[in-house]
């Protein structure tokens, strides 16, 4: 594959006729925070590397000194206003009491579970206040499947969403479908309400073997809530399931600590973390679903701590690897160089890939003498959040914030 690079950019191999002399240092060691490997895993079965160029390539680009770069993620954190009920055709029939906390919520019915029995939006009745009405006279407005798909939506068969209006209320609504056949979805997000879960996983990316933290909490406008219950699952890529057992901590907050099924890490997509949360406030019931995700990698390879400095003007490093399955393996890393003033500014991304088989290995990084000369910053250099990535799945191995100090 031939890439072509920016100005500023350098693209080099890995062998040279004559290799430059290079001086030993160490990598800095792995920081709490950062991510590494303990022990080196095999995967049980064989990586996807079969589609995988061999050819190894290194680039590097000029970064504006005065860019702000953050080497550790900032946690993401899931806000929800909503929640979903799995409910049968005898409970709809009869009519489920809908826990809303806010006025003009948007209610979605949708059949599932291999339900194919269609809704008639004329036929969805909204119990409040004493009184019967249809969704149409309850809503301001309501949809059904085919109007739904007309805006772009996928959505079932059958499905019918309504925003009601503000003289419906805000509590003590029950919703009703006289006609319902097998199990619906009936899923209530309320924009407007106060009542706010917020699930946050730990960190983005793991290592198979190592643990997740999750936390959620119930906020409102001025304060944190209290809440009742926070049952929640953890779902692998391909299907596997795990509970999560949250805990009430004496802040309100409840907290899950969970480590992924080591069987089920790698291949492509997230685990997803699924939050359901309970709670009672001001008399109301208050109902609330959440989701986030984060990637969970196989430990294929990791770095060994070694780092070899080419002696000359360009800013060269071969960094060792300790590699457990074959693959295409990518380094990556961002060098800060010294501004005149002592302080520490980002110079260059540099990335460089190649094919390394079981064993101990090396990937080389480099910056060339231009780019050094148009950065205007010179020694001491770092290198920082550094990065290992296998490249058959894309999976994060390592990282660290900080990878090795130059002085010169």
Known sequence: MRLKLLALATLSVFASAAPARETALHLAPAARGDQAVAALRAPAAPL??????RTPVAMAWKLDPKEKLDAAPAPFVRESREYWSDVGEAQLRAGVKLATTSPEALIRLSPHGGNDAALDPAGVLLRYAGQQRTAAEAARQVADATALRAAGM?????TVVMKLKRETGASGIELAAPNA??????????????????????????????SQRLVASLDGASRQRRLDLVEGVLSAPDGHTQALRFTRQSDGRYVASVTPDAAHAGGPGLWEAHAFASGTQR??????????????????????????????????????????????????????????????????????????EPGQASVRLQVDDASLRAGGLAAPFELRDLRLT?????????????GARLER
């Open 283 to 356: 008399g109301q019931d208050v109902l609330r679903d959440a989701k986030t995700a984060f990637a969970v990698a196989q430990p294929t390879a990791r770095f060994d701590g070694s780092l070899q400095r080419e002696d000359g003007a360009a800013l060269a490093l071969r960094i060792g690897v300790e590699v457990a399955a074959a693959s295409r393996y990518q380094v990556s890393g961002v060098v800060y160089g010294s501004a005149a003033d002592g302080s520490l500014q980002p110079l260059a991304m540099a990335q460089s890939a190649a094919w390394l």
């Open 48 to 53: 996807a590397t079969a589609d995988l160029d």
């Open 154 to 158: 996928d959505v079932p068969a059958g």
């Open 390 to 402: 296998n490249q058959a799945d894309l999976s994060l191995i390592e990282r660290r914030a900080l």
């Open 181 to 210: 056949r097998g199990r619906y979805l009936v899923h209530v997000y309320e924009p407007q309400s106060d009542f706010v879960l917020r699930l946050q996983a730990e960190r983005d990316n793991l290592v198979a073997g190592e």
